[in-house]
């Protein structure tokens, strides 16, 4: 029997309580809220042969991009496969995406998702996938053009179209579309205030436009809307970006420290990402962060080897040449190159062009040996999208980049990169506290004198 969801998709059930409470986990898993994974387990070990169940389930347990989560979600995909014969033709397209996904393919996983989209517009579930997944491989166009693709047969009347406005917002802003961005960002948030992808999304605009003021306040003021969701830990990410570019680093710890810093032995590596790349942008400006690498490397230590998504690894790595642990950063280089050497998924890409690149470049670094450093990173600069994750993420890379041809001595390469930042955010500024570094490396004074006054004049108190 097939009924509809509360968008009118269909769905091989016939239970309209049984859809409706997936309706409502999608969509608490869409606001960061509740926990839609322990709902629908319980639901199923009601309702095995809910075959949009074990889709949602599996569909979940993607983005996690972790290894401990491989068994259960394959355990779904295979659940969802096992009643592929009563499912409908939109569900056997989202099971052969979860197919595609397990077995590594996560191009193809996109395409059958897209494939549903274009069959199915209103089937959020499938779009949501799509973007995220976009968002995880860098296919920054994607995750612009899948909401473009349907985003005119939207509107407000149908359930879910705030959620659509963020996956658009973020996805315009990716593509530096900042104004109708922001546009659509606020808009989602007018309609539901509680939705912590749309404010994240304004906050990227904030971010790469250098409205480090304004990002505090949107942020600051909203945060009764986002702090208490399940991605407040990103979102108080994006603050601290802020208030570092403001050279404000005791808020900047305090974040960390209060928002960042997990007391578990082991966390949701989403959140341990964030950790890491704040307090390497910290170690980049010379902050002695006392013993929080040491708790950070403890959680990375148990995933060294598992080679699933080099954006993983290389934030791994950080965290172990950080904290002087050559043994775990050796462990995480030769599983890779082992996994370079036999492997055919989607990540083997991401690893051998910019994962490895920059986990040796890491290493380098933190044993000052900055010129090598340089050498890794300055060829693959613009090609840091096949790591995934967003500008402001991958932002790190450049960074890293600059820093050690400052150290390096450098001064011309450093000056003509340190330019580059300038001329995309002229309002950072520690972009401009670095064209000054490079000036004086050059021995410009008077140039270096400019730049740092127009720093001083971009700090506010």
Request: overall charge negative; hydrophobic content about 45%.
């Amino acid at each position: 029997m097939t009924l509809h969801d509360c968008r009118g998709v269909p769905v091989s059930c016939g239970d309209q309580g049984l859809i409706d409470l997936l309706d409502r986990l999608h969509e608490d898993c869409m606001a960061f809220q509740g926990d839609p994974l322990a709902e629908i387990d319980e639901a199923l070990r009601a309702h095995p042969d809910f075959v949009m169940g074990h889709c949602f389930k599996a569909g979940l347990l993607t983005q996690s991009m972790e290894v401990r989560i491989y068994e259960s979600m394959l355990a779904s995909v295979q659940a969802a496969e096992a009643l592929a014969g009563h499912a409908n033709e939109r569900e056997r397209g989202h099971i052969a995406a979860l197919r595609a996904w397990v077995d590594g393919d996560f191009s193809a996983a996109v395409q059958c998702w897209e494939d549903v989209v274009t069959h199915y517009p209103f089937d959020l579930f499938a779009l949501m996938l799509v973007h995220l997944t976009d968002v995880l491989l860098g296919d920054t166009p994607g995750q612009r053009d899948s909401v473009a693709r349907v985003f005119p047969l939207w509107d407000e009347s149908i359930p879910g179209y705030e959620f659509i406005l963020g996956f658009y917002s973020f996805g315009l802003e990716e593509n530096r579309d900042f104004m109708h961005a922001e546009e659509l960002g606020r808009q989602a948030v007018a309609i539901r205030p509680k939705q912590p992808y749309a404010i994240h999304a304004v906050a990227h605009v904030m971010e790469m436009k250098g409205r480090q003021a304004g990002g505090i306040w949107w942020m600051r003021s909203r945060t009764e809307d986002w702090a208490n969701g399940d991605f407040a830990n990103h979102l108080w990410w994006h603050l601290s970006l802020f208030h570092l570019d403001l050279k404000q680093v005791d808020r900047v710890l305090e974040i960390h420290d209060n928002h960042l810093r997990s007391g578990a032995p082991s966390g949701d590596k989403y959140e341990e990402l964030d950790a890491a790349a704040l307090l390497w942008r910290l170690k980049l400006l010379g902050v002695d962060v006392g013993d929080r690498w040491t708790a950070l490397a403890d959680k990375w230590e148990t995933s060294a080897t598992d080679t699933l998504y080099a954006f993983n690894d290389v934030h791994a790595m950080m965290t172990f040449v950080a904290d002087g642990r050559g043994e775990a950063a050796a462990r995480l280089l030769n599983a890779n190159e082992r996994y370079l050497d036999h492997a055919s998924d989607a990540n083997v890409a991401m690893s051998r062009i910019i994962g490895m690149p920059f986990c040796r470049a890491l290493q380098a670094f933190a044993k000052e040996n900055y010129d090598a450093c340089v050498e890794l990173l300055l060829p693959v600069r613009y090609r840091t999208h096949r790591l995934g994750g967003s500008y402001a993420q991958r932002d790190i890379i450049g960074w890293t980049l600059l820093e050690a041809a400052l150290r390096a001595r450098q001064f011309d390469l450093a000056l003509a990169l340190a330019n580059e930042r300038t001329a995309l955010k002229p309002t950072s500024p520690q972009n401009w506290h670095m064209v000054a570094r490079a000036h004086e490396g050059l021995g410009q004074v008077d140039r270096a004198k400019r730049a740092d006054a127009r720093a001083a004049s971009l700090l506010v108190a």
